[in-house]
C-alpha cells in the first residue's frame, strides 16, 4: 500500500491545516489508518488513529479537542484536521496503514509532511 501525504506548512499559532493521506488501495481493505508525528529530537508519537472493524478512534491527550481524523471511502483517501494549532505541534506528520491482502499483512508508511507553527 502506497500513501502519500499533503497539506502540510506554515501557520500561526491558532491557525488550521488539513492534512490529506491518499492510498493506493481501497481504504477498505486498511484495517487501522492514522497519523504520527516525529518532533526534532523527539521519538515518533500518535497522533490519532482510526480502526475500520469497530469504527473506533484513538487521539493523543495533547490534540483531544483540536485534531480531528476522518476519511473519505470514495476517494481512499484520510485527512487530518488539525485546528487550534501550537507551536509544540511543529512536527513531521506521517501517515500509517495497516492491514492484510491475502496472506500478507502490511504497515506501510507515506513519506511525512512538514507541519510548523510559529508563535
Known amino acids: 500500500v502506497q500513501l502519500v501525504e499533503s497539506g502540510g506548512g506554515l501557520v500561526q499559532a491558532g491557525g488550521s491545516l488539513r492534512l490529506s493521506c491518499a492510498t493506493s488501495r481501497s481504504i477498505f481493505s486498511i484495517s487501522t489508518m492514522g497519523w504520527y508525528r516525529q518532533a526534532p529530537g523527539k521519538q515518533r508519537e500518535l497522533v490519532a488513529t482510526f480502526t475500520r472493524g469497530d469504527s473506533s478512534t484513538i487521539y493523543a491527550d495533547s490534540v483531544k479537542g483540536r485534531f480531528t481524523i476522518s476519511r473519505d471511502n470514495a476517494k481512499n483517501t484520510m485527512y487530518l484536521q488539525m485546528s487550534s494549532l501550537k507551536p509544540e505541534d511543529t512536527a513531521v506528520y506521517s501517515c500509517?496503514?495497516?492491514?492484510?491482502?491475502?496472506?500478507?499483512?502490511?504497515?506501510?508508511w507515506g513519506q511525512g509532511t512538514q507541519v510548523t507553527v510559529s508563535s
Open positions: 500509517n496503514a495497516r492491514g492484510r491482502v491475502g496472506p500478507l499483512d502490511f504497515n506501510s
